[in-house]
């Protein structure tokens, strides 16, 4: 009995040897990590999702650029006839406001095209004039520094 | 977060989750690797057979019932494969001649292991406890080592070993009995000498 006892712990001992080598470890991680990982994500099952998503955002991105242009013969048009009063009385205050401007020195400065696709303002010193699209495509900003 | 239970691993296995068969692996891997080494007593060797183990296992988990423990439907595999590969790696051998006739003949010595050869990294690792006690496995056949390996390393009961390697218990019995006296022979002369 004793014999045996002593037999099991040098069993024990020899396979703890055995198993504490470094390629024991090494070698279980590989082949979970080569038989037994979770399956990522192929490129059929990514494309699958995203296509449909990309397609989403170049259509928002699409009608964002198309929308400014499209807005006032849809939207504003009716707008900017109801409102031509008001404009135009806007209009005529701001011919003070132009002849202040005017006292100060000039400065040469050599402006580039510049060319107005849209303009807006909630508040603030900014009017803006439009003819209607089918008149004159032509839309007029007038901007008042310090003016009102 | 939360240990999952054996059962759930295998049910979900069943189901194709490779993931939680991966985890049966991660739990077994060392108790399989041990005892396929424990019989083939070469490094690669317990290796692949311990990985084709859990690939069998794998396959075949839609077969396992769950009477019995995982661990022991797993050192059935790996004890069976370990048991192959040495069969098929020494072709001329008979299936079966752990009659355990002690004589010692030669077809018996065929079957045991071939002498240890270290390679650069083993170097290491050899002592004389190392060598005698492969020495000692070296006196046995492929199933008396697995049967002494269940029974003292693994701790398994003589019921346990019969399920595992599918014999009867009288057969677990005598391999253990053989298995000891020869350890006894080999290892003796070095305890009373207390070189151990």
């Known amino acids: 009995m004793k014999d045996d006892r002593i037999f099991k712990e040098l069993l024990d001992k020899y396979m703890d040897g055995a198993l504490r080598d470094p390629s024991v470890q090494r070698d279980k991680e590989e082949f979970i990590r080569d038989h037994f990982a979770p399956v ?16 989403l955002i ?19 048009e009716p707008a900017f006839e109801r409102t031509t009063a008001a404009l135009e009385q806007m209009a005529e205050e701001s011919v003070v406001v132009q002849e202040k401007i005017e006292e100060k020195p000039e400065i040469e400065v050599d402006y580039p095209p510049v060319y107005v696709k849209r303009a807006s303002s909630r508040t603030g010193n900014v009017m ?15 901007v008042f520094p310090g003016g009102h | 977060m939360q240990k999952k239970s054996d059962q759930e691993l295998i049910s979900r296995s069943k189901r194709g989750d490779k993931e939680a068969f991966g985890e049966i692996v991660n739990r077994y891997y060392e108790k399989v690797y041990g005892v396929c ?43 069976n ?33 071939e002498d240890f050869s ?44 019969a399920e595992s390697l599918g ?30």
């Open chain 1, 40 to 55: 990522p994500p192929s490129i059929a099952n990514i494309a699958s999702v995203s296509v449909p998503a990309l397609a």
């Open chain 1, 58 to 76: 170049a259509l928002f991105f699409l009608v964002w650029q198309f929308f400014p242009t499209a807005q006032p013969i849809i939207k504003e």
């Open chain 1, 128 to 142: 803006v004039y439009q003819k209607t699209m089918d008149q004159t495509p032509v839309t007029i900003i007038w």
């Open chain 2, 37 to 79: 080494y424990g019989v083939v007593n070469e490094r690669e060797a317990a290796r692949d057979c311990a990985q084709d183990t859990f690939l069998k296992a794998y396959r075949m988990i839609s077969k396992f019932e769950g009477r019995s423990k995982i661990t022991t439907w797993l050192h059935r595999i790996g004890v």
């Open chain 2, 81 to 113: 494969t370990s048991i192959d590969y040495l069969r098929r790696k020494h072709p001329q051998i008979p299936v079966d001649t752990i009659g355990l006739s002690e004589d010692e003949d030669a077809e018996v010595k065929s079957w045991r292991l």
């Open chain 2, 118 to 161: 270290p390679g650069p990294r083993d170097l290491a690792h050899i002592s004389e406890l190392k060598s005698l006690i492969e020495k000692a496995l070296q006196e046995l056949t492929p199933e008396h080592r697995a049967v002494l390996l269940l029974r003292e390393w693994q701790g398994l009961s003589y019921e346990e070993i």
């Open chain 2, 167 to 196: 014999v009867e218990m009288g057969t677990v019995m005598s391999r253990i009995f053989y298995a000891r006296k020869k350890l006894g022979e080999v290892l003796s002369p070095s305890l009373e000498k207390g070189k151990l």
